[in-house]
């Protein structure tokens, strides 16, 4: 299943641009969109969802364009928008049930497999309004993978969920990626880093980076430093730097720090991650 775009852009009425200029071809697998708010991820997926219409390019899902089939589109698709609203008068069951029916499921086996998997089985009966906020989003997971489509679109999907919850949330989606697409959309490095094959790094709607994570990482080979210096140097030094992170001790703090040249004499070079190939994507 191969998603492509093509000159892909989306002009707003107000006349700004939410996708602009946007070329990639991603294979089967998790592709990662990291970018920070604003970037023009939700507006890229929302085109893919069939939700809003290209203004200029093209947008094909399997060979399929999007904007001229829809329909074709929909029946194959799995979505969870980054605002899941729910229904009142419906129970957690009753709510999947009823998404697994119209994706031609009608297996009620499928249906609490399903919310074990996200980990709401116990609660199968409780009203979907009484649910807190990161069970709600546990919900509009399941519902999204429900009937094993063959593509598959998350936006924001971590938020609200505690750390052992983004971990089991990204277990299911490793588990349900191995014949689909999924777009994974997100500004949390870490939600991307242990599950995409391929990750694009966009900004103010334009493509910055694409390729798989040991690529992008690679880009910033030699670009990460680490230092040990007083804590008021750093609050001094800190506008002109890029801080990956900040070991505080007695007065002095342990900074991690991203910059093409060395940023402080006394930093010594470290090996990157995808977190600090990120930010320097975003600084440079």
């Excluded at 971990?167 to 689909?180: I, T």
């Excluded at 493509?207 to 990482?217: D, K, N, Q, T, W």
């Excluded at 690679?218 to 990460?224: D, I, L, N, Q, W």
């Excluded at 004499?265 to 990157?272: D, E, G, L, T, W």
């Amino acid at each position: 299943m191969v998603f492509d775009c093509d000159g892909l852009g989306k002009m707003y009425r107000n006349g700004t641009w939410g996708v602009r200029e946007l070329t990639l071809r991603a294979g089967e697998g998790v592709l990662g969109l990291l970018g920070p708010n604003g970037a023009g991820k939700t507006t890229l997926m929302q085109m893919l969802a069939t939700l809003t219409r290209p203004t200029a390019g093209t947008l094909r899902f399997a060979g399929t364009d999007v904007a001229r089939d829809p329909r074709a589109i929909r029946a194959r698709l799995g979505y969870l928008p980054q605002d899941f609203g729910v229904p009142p008068g419906l129970t957690c069951f009753e709510l999947l049930d009823t998404v697994a029916r119209l994706k031609g499921v009608r297996s009620r086996a499928a249906v609490l497999a399903m919310l074990e998997g996200v980990g709401l089985h116990d609660l199968a009966r409780r009203p979907v309004e009484s649910l807190s906020g990161g069970m709600r989003q546990r919900l509009g997971i399941a519902q999204a993978l429900i009937g094993s489509p063959e593509l598959v679109i998350v936006d924001e999907p971590t938020a609200g969920l505690d750390p052992e919850e983004r971990v089991r949330f990204r277990n299911l989606l490793s588990e349900h990626a191995g014949l689909k697409l999924v777009l994974l959309s997100t500004h949390i490095v870490s939600d991307v880093e242990s599950v995409a094959t391929q990750i694009a790094v966009v900004r103010q709607g334009r493509l910055l980076a694409f390729g798989r994570p040991e690529e992008l990482v690679a880009r910033a080979a030699g670009a990460v430093w680490e230092a040990e210096l007083p804590a008021a140097d750093l609050e001094r030094l800190r506008p002109g730097l890029t801080v990956a992170g900040v070991v505080r001790g007695n007065g002095s703090v342990k900074a991690r720090l991203v910059a093409r040249e060395r940023p402080v004499p006394s930093a010594s070079p470290a090996a990157a991650s995808l977190e600090d190939a990120y930010l320097l994507l975003m600084r440079e």
